[in-house]
């Protein structure tokens, strides 16, 4: 195997102008270190505030390359942007706000190649979020182990390696919502995760909502199952059952005790049936979403929109070291 294999950092930035200097400080010298070709590459994922100027500013090195997207795309599309320009043969996804020490990046490297795994997840040792954040990742992870059947155990750190033909999979497979680390481990053979350290975001606050991470969730159980789906029609026959068993109930009890018995009765048959309302609602809300999404598929409307590739001469040189 060629022991220099080039290396490609792709690194999602939204609105992160505080931290882009400390980043870029902290990943050359680690970079320059490990002695092989590499490029990293920036995506600016429709920031609103000095990002791109100071990315724009990065170009003085010359193993710098910066993708402008159009607009806010999130940082899953905007990652695959990234993926769709590498020229390494091992791919490092990270995130921009130095919560994923660039110093691990050796650490993932040597692991994916001693032992020739195709993907390289993480995990955080201790997590430094809040509790907001982390109790909504708990659960995402719970769901996407049962969902996927790979038993990952941090879904959501992105300071992942990935080989270039998973990336070259994931970007030919031209599928909406999807969400990287799933999609990789799902069209890779060898999957493997080690520990890594995890920090204190270095500015700024967290671009996830409880929104966001909901829609994330969504994206993650439908595009890996119809499990949603399934349930809401076993959890309908259970409930008509329990429905039918409990109108006999009241039938006999209505016999048993006489017609003043049964006009009390009203109420508990009104919440019965306010139950029954609310699962309806619920259950048109899941495949709602889905035809949501079977829409956006169906549209095929591009999941990023390129601006432009910074430099604009194609010929400018891979940093070597
Ligand atoms: N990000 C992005 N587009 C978005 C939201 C986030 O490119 O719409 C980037 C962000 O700049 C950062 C990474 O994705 O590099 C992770 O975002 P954040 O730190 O907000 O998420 P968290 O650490 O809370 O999961
Ligand atoms: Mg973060």
């Avoid at 930035?13 to 990943?27: D, K």
């Avoid at 003085?60 to 997207?69: A, D, G, K, S, T």
């Avoid at 942007?81 to 996804?93: L, N, Q």
Wanted: net charge neutral.
């Amino acid at each position: 195997m060629d022991k220099k294999m080039m290396i490609s950092l792709v690194i999602p930035v939204y609105n992160e102008e505080a931290n882009l200097a400390h980043l870029i400080e902290r990943l050359r010298p680690v970079m320059q270190k490990m002695g092989r070709n590499y490029e990293i590459i920036f995506v600016d994922d429709g920031s609103r505030d000095n990002s791109l100027a100071i990315l724009k500013s990065f170009l003085i090195y010359p193993e710098v390359r910066v993708v402008e997207l159009t607009r806010n795309y999130g940082q899953h599309a905007a990652i695959f942007s990234g993926f769709s320009v590498v020229r390494g043969d091992i791919v490092i996804t990270l995130d921009a706000d130095l919560q994923n020490p660039p110093e691990e990046i050796p650490h993932l490297v040597r692991v994916m190649e001693e032992e020739d795994y195709d993907v390289v997840g993480t995990i955080r040792k201790e997590r430094k979020d809040s509790f907001l954040r982390t109790f909504p990742s708990r659960i995402i992870n719970g769901i996407t182990r049962k969902m996927t059947k790979v038993n990952m155990s941090d879904w959501g750190c992105m300071l992942r390696a990935y080989r270039r033909n998973v990336v070259e999979r994931m970007v030919n497979c031209h599928e909406h919502s999807t969400f990287i680390p799933a999609l990789a481990t799902y069209f890779s053979k060898k999957v493997t995760e080690i520990e890594v350290g995890h920090e204190e975001r270095y500015a700024g606050e967290s671009n996830y909502s409880l929104r966001k991470l909901i829609n994330l969730q969504f994206d993650l159980v439908s595009s890996f199952s119809e499990f949603p789906l399934k349930f809401i029609m076993f959890a309908g026959i259970a409930m008509a059952f329990l429905g039918i068993s409990f109108g006999i109930l009241l039938g006999i009890a209505r016999l048993v005790y006489g017609a003043h018995w049964a006009a009390q009765g009203i109420f508990t048959l009104f919440a019965i049936l306010f139950a029954f309302v609310g699962f309806q609602f619920f259950a048109l809300g899941v495949i709602g979403e889905y035809i949501g999404r079977i829409y956006r598929e169906v549209r095929k409307r591009p999941e990023y929109m390129i601006e432009r590739i910074y430099p604009t001469d194609e010929n400018r040189r891979i940093c070597i070291s």
